[in-house]
């Protein structure tokens, strides 16, 4: 059996990126969920070295596979992945999902819509 | 003292809203056809069935109170996007067409109470349901509905006045196939049509959903076992009640139920004009409670599948996305009723297509109930797992015949 | 393309395995006539209320006459011909009869008309059992 490598990162577990990772949902410091990972970013360190997870991707999957819209890279939702904070049955980030500022659609419904209709911003009772 | 008498309550609580929650308009309507087609003799596929429904809400309830996912997040993760949509998008499908069979559920109660014809009231009926799903908590309509639904054990009642012959109706239960009369496809297909009505997809997203609402942990895991092992085998015991009276007062007559003024006819014949209205307001009370149960799931599987706020607890602006599709799908459902097509039709269509898109959920949650990733050391035992197997056998049969079935008896004509 | 084909063949192989529609037809008519009969004997005895009895006759009126209008339209063997004249008859009689019946919902003629429909549903398991006996 070849030498596996060390794995620092968290509790020192060896993750499967496809296994652990992709598709995951990803929930934000209160437990809320913030979309779910579409992809992971890989870097290269330039001195060489053993590539990093340098972020995740998160996305909901329903634009892109339901309707084929190609989102252009830089205007993905991308999450560093220093905020990461605990691989489990969901993926546990250190920021909560409002200042993420993912989803200028949930935004506009919230504020524009949803917000809008009475009682829309009570607890329901 | 006071602690304990109130866990006893919320006990009791949870039971009986498992047996008032478990009927809807499918049940109603399939064990009512049944019977009063082939008496009881196909009464134990309700057995079946209400076993396949515990062993599923058992397996899922588990995964989501130890992993504190809900299914649709399991089974995208699972799956993968392009599997899991397309698995999306079948249970979806399914699901508004049972709540779309609800909501006619809804007017035709109506109807049966007041004689309003069922496309008028649809549009207040959408209204009135789009509003508690909006401002009331989860557990008022949760209890409402289930603690109302319970007026349908009135079946019960009206079978055991009715003081049928007994061993006649034991006779029906052993028999194995059909009567004269009717031939071996259309009991299959009938067979199948009741294995879907007692296993619909949308109470399992929705009984693990609730679940995840409530943060359950591994500590409520009894609980999760009380409701599945009491309050679904009542409920299925109120199911053949139901099939029970149509086969003693129907059967004879030679009515074969069409519609759902049909249904309710023998509590009528057993216990006369009050027994009418108890089970109009029973009908009422339940097929209101599935509606809401399934708008909400329709809600709860999209926002699990992208990963957006959901829930019922929270104020609707804390989850936008999913109160859009909570009220799109009552829109959609709305719409289709007031083309004026027969809820009962529809209903009998989403039965069999819930036995056709069971397997999609079934299957990821039987393999998440065994991955230690999600349930650590609650993963299924060797006894489950041989039950849940078994039951994977009987849900694929069912899925692969239904359409055949279908097509070959006509629906069942 | 597949699926189509697959279907067709379904259809077609119901055609042999099914019983022949005209006789369903009238088997459903029968039932529908005894539902509207109940419906109105129910009621007369008091043991049940009015909108849940009328909503019973219109639901039989509404199948009997999809029924009636079906049985029109539908091919039947030749062997059938005859049968077939005698279902329309059959089952203009019975339209007839559930149109009485909304009219007659909570009045002293339901026993009557429930007596009727009694018959109608009588003639039409005779015709339905010939019919199958036939094809």
Not at chain 2, 354 to 369: I, N, R
Not at chain 3, 84 to 107: M, N, S, Y
Request: with cysteine.
């Amino acid at each position: 059996m070849p030498d596996m490598p060390a794995h620092p990162e968290q509790d020192g577990r060896l993750i499967d990126a496809n296994l652990h990772l992709l598709d995951r949902a990803v929930l934000d410091r209160d437990g809320w969920p913030v979309l779910a990972v579409a992809d992971v970013e890989i870097e290269v360190p330039e001195g060489g070295g053993r590539p990093v997870v340098a972020s995740l991707l998160l996305g909901s999957g329903l634009a892109t596979r339901f309707f084929g819209i190609h989102r252009p890279r830089r205007s993905r939702y991308g999450v560093a992945w220093s905020r990461v904070t605990r691989l489990g049955s969901g993926i546990s980030l250190s920021a909560s999902r409002d200042e993420l500022g993912v989803l200028w659609f949930e935004r506009w419904l919230r504020d524009r819509v949803v917000g809008r209709i009475p009682g829309g911003r009570h607890d329901p009772r | 003292m006071s602690g304990s008498a109130g866990k006893v309550f919320a006990v009791t609580l949870g039971i009986l809203t498992a047996i008032g929650g478990f009927v809807d308009i499918g049940d109603l309507v399939t064990n009512a056809v049944v019977g009063s087609r082939f008496g009881l003799s196909l009464a134990w596929v309700v057995v079946v069935g209400v076993g396949g429904i515990a062993v599923f809400a058992h397996m899922s309830g588990k995964v989501t109170a130890i992993s504190g996912r809900a299914t649709f997040e399991v089974i995208r993760e699972r799956l993968g996007p392009r599997a899991a949509l397309a698995n999306l998008v079948g249970s979806m499908a399914m699901t508004l067409l049972t709540l779309t069979a609800e909501i006619g559920g809804v007017a035709l109660a109506l109807q049966l109470l007041s004689g309003v014809v069922p496309v008028l009231v649809v549009l207040p009926v959408a209204l009135v349901l789009w509003m508690a799903l909006w401002r009331v908590t989860f557990s008022w309509l949760e209890n409402v509905a289930g603690l109302l639904g319970l007026l349908l054990l009135v079946f019960v009642v009206a079978l055991l006045s009715l003081g049928p012959d007994w061993s006649a109706l034991a006779g029906q239960v052993v028999q194995d196939g059909p009567d004269t009369g009717e031939s071996g496809l259309t009991y299959a297909y009938y067979a199948v049509a009741l294995f879907g009505a007692a296993m619909t997809p949308y109470e399992v997203f929705f009984f693990s959903s609730g679940a995840a609402e409530e943060r359950w942990t591994s500590q409520d895991l009894w609980r999760s076992r009380l409701n599945v092992l009491v309050g679904f085998p009542l409920g299925g015991l109120l199911s053949l009640a139901i099939a029970g009276c149509a086969a003693v007062v129907l059967l004879p007559q030679g009515i074969s139920v069409t519609s759902l003024s049909q249904v309710v006819a023998p509590v009528g014949v057993a216990l006369g004009t009050a027994g009418v209205v108890v089970v109009a307001v029973g009908v009422l009370a339940a097929t209101a409670g599935a509606a809401l149960e399934t708008a909400l799931s329709c809600g709860y599987s999209v926002a699990q599948f992208a990963g957006w706020p959901w829930g019922k607890r929270v104020r609707p602006a804390r989850a936008p996305q999913f109160h859009l599709v909570v009220l799109g799908a009552i829109v959609i459902g709305s719409l289709v009723l007031l083309t004026g097509v027969d809820p009962v039709m529809v209903t009998e269509f989403s039965v069999v297509f819930s036995a056709v898109a069971l397997p999609l959920t079934y299957f990821p949650v039987l393999v998440v109930a065994n991955d230690p990733d999600y349930v650590g050391e609650h993963t299924n035992g060797a006894v489950l797992n041989g039950v849940a197997l078994a039951y994977l056998v009987i849900i694929l049969a069912a899925a692969l015949a239904a359409v055949p079935l279908m097509v070959l008896t006509r629906m069942g004509a | 393309m597949k699926t189509v084909l697959v279907a067709v063949v379904l259809l077609v192989a119901s055609c042999a395995v099914m019983p022949d529609p005209l006789e369903l037809a009238v088997g459903e008519a029968a039932s529908a006539a005894s539902s509207a009969a109940l419906a109105l004997e129910q009621q007369h005895r008091g043991r049940t209320t009015g909108p849940a009895a009328r909503t019973q006759v219109d639901d039989a009126l509404r199948q009997a006459t999809g029924l009636a209008r079906g049985a029109a339209s539908a091919t039947v063997p030749s062997v059938l011909a005859r049968q077939q004249d005698e279902a329309l008859e059959q089952l203009a009689v019975l339209v007839r009869h559930l149109h009485d019946a909304t009219d007659a919902v909570g009045t002293g003629r339901a026993p009557a008309v429930a007596v009727r429909l009694r018959d109608d549903a009588d003639a039409l398991t005779r015709l339905e059992h010939r019919i199958g006996a036939q094809a």
